[in-house]
């Protein structure tokens, strides 16, 4: 009560708790790791640029500890967290709402190696480590982390695991969830779930890792993780194929998996549309093929990674043979192997140039899905009609991991048109026309991108209703309050 018996009107009460809780963070981390007002931007827009929010503040806790008693805090003052790792999210999964009522919690500076076990192959890091700096260790050790992808020089293993990544390895090695052992996490309530064991059989009860990998910071933090490694292989190989379709490149992958066995360790498809952004954007990345003056040509480039157990000259003996046969089989046009390391890494800078193509080009509608690969060059064919008819023009740039299934199948407005104008006019529209079609072939609307803000209407259209019943079960049952990324995921309904 205030002086005469007057109570705190309710604008003011909340200016009081709002500033008692930010000083209750400055008193746990310092003023230097409590980010206000303008020191905020950079953790309030998305990779895209398309999520613009307001952060209430940025914490940047250093240790589990620290983050168990901010979430605490957040519990206690019924503020609502927005995890956040590396920032390379593509779905919007950890940029703030417009509020200004949320509370990122940066996980950047937990970026410790904590333990290597060469003889038992993992590695225990925390979540603010950086993709490469966990792959550089195990390298390090003589080991091999497998987890890769474009963003893996600034993505964390915290926002790897919390949206279970893909990448270009998974066709041998599996998504982030088959990488990960065990798990330390921060509950909703400030606990830790101390689980980081380094055990491949544990039949006790329930799995809770599984539960928190890729469930985006909705009902826990991930503050570190035990992760397999593999031994190195002795030597890997590159080639880029031509295939005249996608329906090439699929038998084309068949083909390969029956001769290389485990060790087909990418495979790798890239439309001519694809090529053309970079070359475009980024000329000094060298194009083994020639493309064609036609903007909408239908030839695919195929990148296909050999890694062998035995040595260099026989790995690339053994791909040399493949490609061969590929030529003789009528699978292939034409093919080139990569003669040196340089050579390997610019194929794959042509690959992973795609996605920085695209964002110079502007924005775009992006679908990140998976088929079965037996569906797939029927898909892609009954969309090249479908998008054509809704919208003349359109660019379909279309590239991936199609040795697991997974493509990004994007929509680039026509040359000429604004992009902000193509999404606004187009988006619902051809958005429908993807994943209805999707759906209707088994597949899924989020491969290895997650859900975020961008998907959360889609998947309560898509998803199974009882599944996504059993989802919002296990949410309020775990996160009672609701704080933990609220909006991500999951509709508020």
Known sequence: MCAGGWALNPFKRHRVMIHSFIQALRDLLGESHVLLGTDCAGFETDWRKRYQ?????????????????????????????????????????????????????????????????????????????????????????????????????????????????????????????????????????????????????????????????????????????????SPQPAATVCALALCTSMQQCVDLLHFSRQNLHSTLTGFEVMNHTARRLVQQHFAQIAQPFRLSTQPQSDDWAVLIELSDEESQAHAEARLEALLSSALDRNLIDDAVLASSMAQVKNLWHLRESIPLAQAVEGLNIKHDIALPISQIAAFVEQMKVEIEQHCPGARLVTFGHLGDGNLHYNVQAPVGVAAAEFLTQFEPRINRLVYDAVTQRQGTISAEHGIGQLKRQELAQYANPVALSVMKKIKAALDPQGIMNPGRVLTND
Do not use: M
Request: charged share 15%; hydrophobic share 40%; net charge neutral.
């Open 53 to 229: 929010g307001k952060a209430l503040a940025v914490a940047l806790p250093h240790s589990t500890e620290q983050v168990a008693a901010i979430v605490a805090l957040c519990a206690q003052y019924e503020v609502s967290i927005v995890p956040q790792g590396g920032h390379t999210g593509l779905v919007g999964g950890g940029t703030p709402n417009a509020t200004g009522q949320q509370l990122v919690l940066n996980l950047t500076r937990l970026n410790r190696i904590r333990s290597i076990d060469p003889e038992n192959l993992c590695i225990t890091a925390e979540a603010g480590c950086i993709l490469q700096t966990v792959q550089d260790a195990a390298r390090a050790a003589g080991l091999h982390f497998p987890l890769s992808l474009a963003a893996e020089g600034s993505c964390t293993i915290g926002g790897n695991l919390a949206t279970n990544a893909g990448g270009t390895q998974v066709l041998r090695f599996g998504n982030a969830r088959d990488l990960c052992l065990g798990l330390e996490v921060v509950t909703p309530q400030g606990e830790i779930v101390q689980a980081l064991k380094a055990l491949r059989k544990d039949n006790t009860g329930y799995d809770l890792r599984h539960l928190y990998i890729g469930s985006e910071g909705t009902l826990g933090i991930i503050t570190a993780a035990t992760l397999k490694l």
